[in-house]
């Protein structure tokens, strides 16, 4: 069976830093990209960063480019989301999920996704 776990949340002032771990077992990251998506209070879910080792690509939301950056160690069936200069609109419960498709069309669409865990909660405040 596949897992998708999140860690490393936290609760930081605006400007601080976090890194989001999201561990993987059940499937090899070659064969799957791993996208970050974040759900608020009162907003859609959205996607906000994508690693793609086939493609040897990373996406990103506009919003979160420069600020945000996301890495793997394939050693260890980890994906990072590096989180800096955190800003309130930040705050989210970011969750990792996994697809044997991706391109760059739909990278941050939910529906592509076949594997999805359980969040790790990030909360900025100003």
């Known amino acids: 069976d596949v897992q998708l776990q999140a860690s490393g949340g936290g609760l930081v002032q605006a400007g601080g830093s976090l890194r989001l771990s999201c561990s993987a077992s059940?499937?090899?990251?070659?064969?799957?990209?791993i996208t970050w998506f974040r759900q608020a209070p009162g907003k859609e879910d959205e996607a906000v960063a994508c690693?793609?080792?086939?493609?040897?690509?990373?996406f990103y939301l506009d919003s979160v480019k420069g600020r945000f950056t996301v890495s793997s160690d394939n050693a260890k069936n980890t994906v990072f989301l590096q989180l800096n200069n955190l800003k309130p609109e930040d705050t989210a419960l970011y969750f990792c999920?996994?697809?044997?498709?991706?391109?760059?069309?739909?990278?941050?669409?939910?529906?592509?996704?076949?594997?999805w865990g359980q969040g790790t909660q990030v909360t900025v405040s100003s």
């Open positions: 999920a996994a697809t044997r498709w991706v391109v760059e069309g739909t990278w941050d669409l939910k529906r592509e996704y076949q594997y």
């Open positions: 690693i793609s080792r086939s493609l040897r690509r990373t």
């Open positions: 059940g499937l090899t990251f070659d064969d799957y990209a």
